[in-house]
């Protein structure tokens, strides 16, 4: 099973700032990740896709880079909405594996 | 528009057995494939198994045999049944449609099941 590490598992971060999560695969999944949000009590949200490619109404605050078996999640200039928790997806092979996730918090 | 939706008990015995249903809309499930992923409180997301368009199945090892999936796609449900439940079966259950690359872009809301002994 291809294993995802996600790092950090939490982040304090203010308004208006940038922030990026990490995300590390056990092998290399050639770009076939995915990135969602998750707000408290709600189903996970579909932001990026294969690695770098924005899902249709995701805000273009979101980027996502990487390569190999390193990836990452940026977002640019926070809005409240923004705080939640974030999950990458290994979309390689099955079994489909999450990242631990990372919980972003209002500083 | 899209939407998947699932039904089933909030609790369950344990050793009992979890009947859930995705009701979907806005899509064929002879077309799209539709899976289920699991959240235990507080914690992370588990991908539990598949059900691909063309009605062959896939499950997470992880599950064992405990874990079925099948379709009626006349009423364009997909069901999840798990045998033999333990307490960390507790968890919020939902189904989710897949597109290419594996990738989920829609959600049901959930259904959070409570394993009580």
């Known amino acids: 099973d291809i294993q995802m590490t996600q790092s950090p598992a939490s982040l304090s971060a203010s308004l208006g700032e940038t922030v990026t999560i990490e995300c590390l695969a056990s092998?290399?999944?050639?770009?076939?990740l995915a990135w969602y949000q998750q707000k408290p009590g709600k189903s996970p949200q579909f932001l990026i896709y294969?690695?770098?490619s924005l899902h249709t109404g995701a805000p273009s605050r979101f980027s996502g880079s990487g390569s190999g078996t390193q990836y990452s999640l940026k977002i640019n200039s926070l809005q409240p909405e923004d705080f939640a928790s974030y999950y990458c997806q290994n979309g390689l092979s099955a079994p489909l594996t999450f990242g631990s996730g990372t919980k972003l918090e209002i500083k | 528009q899209v939407q998947l939706k699932e039904t089933g008990p909030d609790l369950v015995q344990l050793t009992q057995t979890l009947s859930i249903t995705c009701t979907v809309s806005g899509f064929s499930l002879t077309t799209y494939n539709v899976h289920w992923v699991r959240q235990p409180p507080g914690k992370g997301l588990e991908w539990m198994g598949a059900?691909?368009?063309?009605?062959?199945?896939d499950y997470n090892s992880a599950f064992k045999s405990r874990l079925s999936i099948s379709r009626d796609t006349s009423k364009s449900q997909v069901f999840l049944k798990m045998n033999s439940l333990q307490t960390d079966d507790t968890a919020k259950y939902f189904c989710d449609r897949l597109i290419h690359n594996n990738y989920f872009d829609y959600w049901g809301q959930g259904v959070m099941v409570t394993v009580s002994s």
């Open positions: 092998e290399d999944i050639y770009d076939i």
């Open positions: 294969d690695a770098s």
């Open positions: 059900m691909w368009n063309g009605g062959d199945t």
